[in-house]
């Protein structure tokens, strides 16, 4: 239903059952890279999908793993083969599986077509993410020397004199790390993590999400092919992780992407908790976009706002955890927003990824198009809708419509806890003042990002303040950097990612902040001479450290 008109209000160019290949695909069995040995699991397996056509493309299944092997072999071959190399020679190691996965690049895009329903340009911004980020820890490297630990701020006179002295360093943490990773993201959110935890020191332990889990295979056998890894240093688990959580020690740890619900479970694991496993929580947020009450109609602020909005709510299918989810807009202005934003979704080409015209391609999975459906039902008992909804928009594939609500009542609270995982996001109308736009914001309960159009300073910095304690970042989009800007949906390596409550209350990347995690800070007390002779800082490491 588009708002009564007979055309829906977006170009489609959708398949079409008579469209679609005859020949079966071959069914691929994804296997788990275990104890440096590929593995075929033995139980019934996961069926994975052709999210456009909705065949069955790939298989996989984990069973028939020992899971203690697992952790001995990442703790006793890969942490010692990792930590005998220093930080530039890990660096080394990040640019060559960056350049390995390059090497690949069009293999693994068209792979994302295939079974994430992902356009040309999804799929890039998920597998460039992933070299682009290896990349980028491979240069962080370069302002470490040595291997063994890094200096942590600056060191301390802790007597009358500076004979008795302090200081911090960061050592590696003993364990294995055990990533569990969303779907929605399988290269990059495989190797944000792998990035800083092989520059920290430490073995990995990787699963992916089941749905989307032929590009995070696919990845990891780049990998492996390459020869680059060391012993141990990375396995790869495809489908259940059976009782691993259950056998993880003190100096493992785990971090999580995924949803909010999911990750509350795994961190309530008893072994968890009991053994005051490390854990890393990177959930959903409900992420707020602020339209300030200053921005002009003609300004370039108001077209960054249009065409980011935009772009959240299509890249990737609206399958992105930082993307904007409620729309804060002065209520004397909500008509002309909806108008100009219903126009600029109309101009993003929805249908098959695998035509490079095409701007927005399917849900991922049956699943996601099941729960994103749902969702936007329960968005319409307190919302109307703009365009878009919950109907399907196509006889075969998991396509919905970008869909544009406007609230009834701003501070429902159903607009601020219930993540609709797709091209979903609903106009909050609000009064301008920051005061307002604070209060709505922080209703979420925790953020990964929300952004700001405003050029009045005065504004941004009070809002900034108001919802800095309940976000791990906050964009201000204004008319001076309009030209230069990155997307607020995009995360940076030199940013940290991550956000307080709702979001996990996780941190990751953040340039060398994030190899905090995956190392121990050690407090050293005595002598300032020996001190000082034992853990030299270099000046660049001296920077590095006391940056992070
Ligand atoms: P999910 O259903 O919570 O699953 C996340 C991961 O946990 C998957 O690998 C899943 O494996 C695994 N998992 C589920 N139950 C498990 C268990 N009992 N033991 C071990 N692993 C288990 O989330 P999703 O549907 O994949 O991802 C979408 C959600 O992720 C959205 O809410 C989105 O906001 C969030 N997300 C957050 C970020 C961030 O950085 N904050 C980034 C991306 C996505 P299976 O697939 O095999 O079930």
């Not at 072999?73 to 930080?87: C, D, T, V």
């Not at 259950?246 to 909010?260: I, N, P, V």
């Not at 009045?456 to 309009?482: F, N, Q, T, Y």
């Amino acid at each position: 239903m588009w708002l009564g008109q007979e055309e829906p209000p977006f170009q489609t160019c959708l398949p079409e059952s008579s469209n679609r290949p005859k020949a079966p695909t071959p069914m691929i069995t994804l296997r788990s890279y275990v104890l440096d040995q590929w593995h075929t699991g033995t139980g019934d397996p996961a069926v994975l999908v052709n999210a456009t056509t909705e065949e069955a493309i790939a298989q996989c299944n984990s069973e028939g793993i020992d899971f203690q092997a697992v952790l001995n072999h990442a703790r006793q071959k890969g942490g010692p083969a990792l930590r005998a190399m220093s930080f530039a020679e890990r660096g080394k190691l990040l640019k060559g599986m960056s350049a390995a996965l390059q090497e690949h690049r069009e293999e693994l895009i068209d792979l994302s077509i295939q079974n994430a329903g992902s356009t040309r340009g999804d799929a890039k911004f998920d597998i460039d993410g992933a070299t682009g980020t290896l990349a980028a820890y491979a240069y962080f490297a370069k302002q470490l020397s040595g291997g063994e630990y890094l200096v942590d701020g600056e060191g301390v006179q802790l007597g009358r004199t500076a004979r008795f002295w302090g200081e911090h360093l960061r050592v590696p943490r003993l364990g294995a790390a055990v990533h569990i990773n969303a779907f929605n993201f399988p290269a990059w959110g495989q190797m944000e993590k792998v990035a800083c935890a092989f520059l920290a020191g430490v073995p990995v332990i990787e699963k992916p999400g089941t749905a989307t889990a032929l590009v995070a295979w696919r990845t990891a056998e780049i990998l492996v092919e390459s020869g680059l890894l060391p012993e141990g240093s990375f396995q790869f688990i495809c489908g259940s992780t059976g009782d691993l959580l259950d056998r993880l020690e003190a100096q493992d740890c785990m971090a999580f992407t995924g949803s909010s619900g999911t990750g509350a479970k795994l961190k309530g694991n008893s072994n968890v908790v009991q053994r005051n496993v490390r854990v890393n929580i990177e959930a959903d947020s409900l992420n707020a976009a602020v339209l300030g009450p200053d921005t002009d109609p003609d300004s370039e602020s108001y077209d960054l706002f249009l065409q980011n909005v935009a772009l959240d709510m299509t890249q990737k299918t609206g399958q992105k955890c930082t993307a904007v989810r409620r729309i804060l807009v002065p209520a004397d202005r909500v008509d002309e927003v909806a108008e100009d934003l219903i126009a600029t979704l109309q101009r993003t080409r929805v249908g098959d990824p695998s035509d490079s015209k095409n701007r927005m391609g399917p849900l991922s999975s049956a699943a996601q198009f099941r729960d994103v459906q749902e969702g936007i039902r329960r968005l319409q008992e307190h919302a109307d809708t703009l365009c878009g909804g919950p109907e399907p928009i196509a006889e075969k594939g998991f396509f919905v419509a970008a869909t544009l609500l406007k609230a009834r009542d701003s501070s429902h609270p159903l607009f601020h806890s219930d993540e609709v995982f797709g091209p979903v996001a609903t106009l909050l109308p609000y009064d301008g003042s920051a005061e307002e736009a604070i209060r709505l914001a922080n209703l979420g309960g925790g953020g990964l990002v929300a952004s700001l159009y405003s050029n009045d300073s005065a504004w941004c910095r009070e809002v900034i303040l108001g919802i800095g304690p309940w976000h791990g970042r906050v964009w201000v989009g204004s008319d001076r950097m309009a030209s230069q800007s990155l997307p607020p949906g995009m995360v940076l390596p030199a940013m940290i990612h991550g956000g307080p409550g709702r979001a996990g209350g996780g941190e990751e990347l953040g340039a060398l902040r994030g190899l905090e995690f995956y190392m121990q800070r050690v407090a050293v007390q005595g002598f300032r001479g020996n001190l000082k002779a034992a853990f030299p800082a270099h000046a660049a490491e001296e920077t590095a450290a006391s940056s992070s």
